[in-house]
């Protein structure tokens, strides 16, 4: 056992453990009494028609349900942690420990991890390793020191949830900060004209009701506020495809070197990574996260694997009156971009005076600004159709 495995067994480590329990505690407290404060004082108590006890008590326990269920999901989903094929060997670890200078440590570190998927560096250029798990690090993993592990896509550890916020429970956080805000906005809104109202003595509470509803504004307000720039500036770290640890400071890839976008796939592709493709459980408190939390696409290798885009309509030439054009997706570089076939109605006729005989089925068309340019694969020719006087010259390729 090591001395970081036998600090982590001592009985002191077991106080802690339970201290940090306090601030959800604190949490699941303020949502009971918050719980209590709206359906027994508001509706029950104050709200004197039926219609409105319904309407609010309806919409409040929907809110309250993907609130409650987001934040039980985001505090008790166990964190990701890496395989162990990730293990560096004792072995190499010896070999790691031994070494005499950088370069030696890179070239073991490079010898792990030659069959792992890694693109993120060290400021040296070196794979990185964490020396208390003796592992490689998968890209955007990093080691928590108050969980005591390496954790997968680990953005920051919060002491609201006792809990890392890494890759298994960041869209569970998202939509607990997003419920969370709608919570405390629709309280604050529901329980405003009972407010004034209390507040100039218009209603009449028995006990300490009128307390209630006072305090369940002003703590709902107060928590609103805290929210919403927060909410926002996760809502900004998911469409930018970036970690709060990313934002402070730019990854480090292989090649390249640090790039705070380097995992930016754009806004539609960022957001579908952290809740997934299927768009009906974008919003319900269910994994549906892309990948293994193990390796990521990224921008270059996302950019450099995306096809041409072709133009959004089909294109035609007045120069080609005797051709039905179409486009089709490439499926690699030597597919034909454009392909054209024969209209049998004006088939035999000539285009300016010329038969184009040199126009066949599977030719290749590529547009310009004059008209457009068909290589003749069987002859090899090129041909200029101009748009303008519908010109044809023919040429030899080389």
């Given at each position: 056992m090591s001395n970081y495995e036998r600090k982590k067994a001592t009985p002191c480590a077991g106080c802690m453990k339970a201290i940090k329990w306090i601030p959800v505690i604190f949490?699941?407290?303020v949502i009971a009494w918050s719980y209590y404060a709206y359906?027994?004082?508001?509706?029950?108590?104050?709200?004197?028609?039926i219609f409105e006890k319904v309407i609010f008590l309806l919409f409040y326990h929907i809110i309250s349900l993907l609130f409650f269920w987001s934040y039980w999901n985001t505090v008790f989903t166990p964190v990701g942690t890496v395989p162990s094929n990730w293990r560096i060997p004792?072995?190499?670890?010896?070999r790691l420990f031994r070494a005499e200078n950088q370069e030696q440590q890179k070239?073991?570190?490079?010898?792990?991890?030659r069959d792992l998927p890694v693109t993120n560096r060290t400021l040296n250029g070196s794979v990185r390793f964490c020396d208390k798990c003796r592992i490689i690090k998968p890209d955007r993993c990093h080691h928590c020191s108050v969980c005591g592990t390496c954790v997968l896509k680990m953005d920051h550890h919060c002491p609201w949830v006792n809990n890392c916020v890494n890759f298994t429970n960041y869209k569970f956080f998202v939509l607990f900060l997003g419920y969370a805000l709608l919570y405390c906005l629709y309280v604050a809104l529901t329980s405003l004209e009972y407010f004034i109202r209390f507040w100039k003595g218009e209603l009449s509470s028995g006990g300490m009701g009128r307390f209630h509803i006072l305090f369940l504004f002003f703590v709902s307000v107060m928590f609103a506020i805290s929210l919403v720039s927060l909410f926002?500036?996760?809502?900004?770290?998911?469409?930018?495809?970036?970690?709060?640890l990313e934002a402070f400071r730019a990854p480090i890839f292989r090649v390249g070197g640090a790039d705070k976008n380097g995992f930016n796939l754009g806004k539609l592709a960022n957001f579908q990574e952290v809740f997934g493709d299927n768009w009906k459980l974008w919003f319900i408190p269910v994994y549906s996260s892309d990948g293994d939390g193990l390796q990521y696409p990224t921008a270059a290798n996302h950019h450099h694997h995306q096809q041409p885009e072709l133009s959004p309509n089909p294109v035609s030439y007045h120069s080609m009156d005797e051709t039905r054009v179409r486009e089709v997706q490439p499926a690699d570089a030597s597919d034909k971009l454009i392909h054209y076939e024969i209209n049998p109605q004006t088939e035999g006729q000539n285009c300016a005076g010329h038969r184009p005989d040199h126009v066949h089925e599977n030719d290749t068309a590529i547009p310009v600004a004059n008209g457009s340019i068909i290589i003749d694969m069987e002859n090899n020719q090129t041909a200029m159709f101009k748009s303008e006087g519908n010109e044809v010259d023919v040429h030899k390729m080389a």
């Open positions: 949490i699941a407290s359906v027994v004082e508001l509706c029950v108590l104050s709200i004197e028609s004792e072995a190499e670890i010896e070239r073991v570190l490079e010898y792990c991890a926002g500036y996760h809502i900004y770290l998911v469409l930018m495809n970036r970690t709060t």
